[in-house]
């Protein structure tokens, strides 16, 4: 992993209003720079708590002094408190997508939550639902999500733990709390894995996906030679390549209010599609029965990771954050957390309705693939093409601005491997170069191993740790609660739950994969 260039302090200077320090970016984009929050230097002592460089314009001190001259004091007061300390930058961060903007507020951390954390995962939970019933179906759905709310907001509270510092990008923040080696290895392959896995399989169901439109759309009227599924996944990777030309995090802002409405306008359209129309017969809610109790077992763990694997996005927190300007007086973590409880307000509206109405509709007989599969499946004379085609038309959308913002994170290390090398930013060929190497790594990854957009229980075991586990041992070690306290036992308990259930699930899902022989789809063959 190439090593940033070393932080440096500047102090920012004085201007006439206080107001963020901008610089013009490659992208021609004016960026703040000033970090986060505010910083003492490096030989200032505890006794600093009580003293601060406003501690003398107080209103006892501004009472007894005319309407202008106290205007002036109180302007110098906001100056001194927003400017008036050193902070910590990092040089590099300007010529970076994830930090090249800063211009980001509340609603666009809303779209881009929304975005990361709502996608085709969500289609499968019914799946697990089919083997773990409607009792432990609910109870695991209700405390996955509270859990990883709770994670949630800790990383947004961890993104400026230390004054004067900002942690964007969720690898920062492991080496902060567990060393600059081990945080490398604990937190770099589940963050990349996340990013490059689901950019593959979004490729894989988005692919699909164009070609069931074609299908339903064209109807007979086809030709007598139709593109194959390859050549739709290579088609929807061209159009993931075309939209990835957006210099950074904040400009994909647009994509990822489509994205989340996309998202949410299927999801709803799943499920109401399913209940609305007559229910299969010989439909049962009993829990799917195997031949032995081990075979059961696993499966009741893959149904579990699956669920996990619904949560993701935490890896890119930080990263969605780090898009906001930060001052003392105005730190970035209020507009994240603003952003973030609208998004999984709505996307707790999405999931819940879509797991317990898709096992409603269907039971036991759901399909593997999930949702898609099963109106496919069973409702496709009885609901309006129209309908159904718009469906699969926004499952499309979705997965072409889903791409992007898991994508970001990749691009941002390719750019770093660069920039640390040549010590200038990338150029709009470099850059471009790197986002079609990218899409068509993902593409053959996908032609290659066309079963990955199955191994939703392995995939939520594996980067399970990165929602569930680590955020909650970051917190211990860098906020140091006090030793034996409830927020003490708390976080170290839910810490190691996370890395146990990790282990648990990772296995259940090598078991469901081997045991049907990699032959899970999203879809239907063809």
């Not at 954390?117 to 996955?144: C, E, K, M, R, Y």
């Not at 896995?197 to 169901?205: C, D």
Request: charged share 10%.
């Amino acid at each position: 992993m190439e090593e940033r260039p070393e932080t440096e302090l500047i102090s920012i200077p004085a201007t006439p209003r206080a107001s963020t320090p901008e610089i013009l970016t490659p992208s021609g984009q004016r960026s703040p720079r000033g970090g986060g929050g505010h910083n003492t230097s490096t030989g200032a002592s505890k006794d600093a708590k009580s003293w601060t460089p406003t501690s003398f314009i107080s209103p006892r001190f501004l009472s007894p002094i005319g309407t202008p001259m106290k205007r002036v004091l109180v302007n110098m007061k906001g100056y001194l408190e927003e400017v008036g300390h050193l902070t910590k930058l990092n040089p590099q961060d300007a010529w970076l997508p994830i930090t090249e903007s800063r211009n980001g507020n509340a609603h666009y951390a809303a779209f881009h939550n929304l975005n990361a954390g709502i996608g085709f995962q969500a289609l499968v939970l019914p799946v697990a639902f089919s083997f773990l019933g409607w009792s432990w179906g609910i109870i695991s759905l209700t405390i996955a999500y509270f859990w990883q709310l709770y994670t949630l907001w800790i990383l947004v509270q961890l993104h400026e733990a230390v004054p004067g510092k900002r942690y964007n990008r969720y690898v920062e923040l492991a080496q902060a709390a567990f060393g600059e080696r081990l945080g490398v290895w604990l937190a770099l392959f589940p963050t990349v894995y996340l990013s490059a896995g689901t950019a593959t399989a979004l490729i894989l169901v988005g692919g699909e996906t164009m070609k069931l439109f074609f299908q339903i759309v064209c109807g007979p009227l086809c030709t007598s030679n139709p593109l194959t599924t390859v050549e739709w996944y290579l088609v929807f990777t061209s159009l993931c390549i075309v939209l990835s030309q957006l210099p950074n995090l904040n400009s994909i802002a647009g994509l990822s209010l489509v994205g989340a409405v996309t998202a949410i306008t299927y999801a709803t359209m799943a499920w109401v599609l399913s209940v609305s129309q007559p229910r299969p017969p010989s439909i049962s809610y009993e829990p799917i029965s195997l031949p032995t109790y081990t075979a059961s077992l696993f499966s009741v763990l893959n149904a579990m990771g699956i669920i996990a694997f619904t949560f993701r996005g935490h890896n890119l927190v930080l990263e969605i954050q780090a898009t906001m300007p930060s001052t003392f007086k105005h730190p970035a973590h209020v507009p994240m957390w603003k952003g973030a409880k609208v998004a999984y307000f709505f996307i707790a509206m999405c999931l819940f309705p879509m797991a317990i109405g898709g096992f409603w509709a269907y039971g036991s007989l759901m399909p593997s693939g999930g949702m898609l599969s099963a109106l496919y499946a069973f409702h496709i004379h009885d609901i309006p093409r129209g309908l159904l085609a718009m469906t699969f038309l926004l499952v499309v959308f979705n997965c072409l601005s889903s791409f992007q913002i898991y994508s970001m994170p990749a691009f941002d290390s390719f750019e770093a491997g660069y920039t640390s090398r040549t010590n200038k930013p990338c150029s709009i060929w470099v850059r471009s170069g790197f986002r079609v190497f990218f899409g068509f790594v993902s593409f053959f990854i996908g032609v290659a191993l066309p079963f990955l957009s199955s191994l939703a229980g392995l995939l939520g075991g594996l980067t399970l740790p990165v929602t569930f586990a680590y955020p909650c041992f970051m917190w211990v070690l860098i906020k140091k609660p006090t030793k034996y306290s409830f927020n003490w036992y708390f976080n170290w308990i839910l810490g190691w739950l996370g890395v146990a259930f990790s282990l648990a699930f990772s296995i259940g899902g090598i078991w469901s994969m081997v045991n049907n022989g990699l032959k899970l789809r999203f879809f239907k063959p063809s």
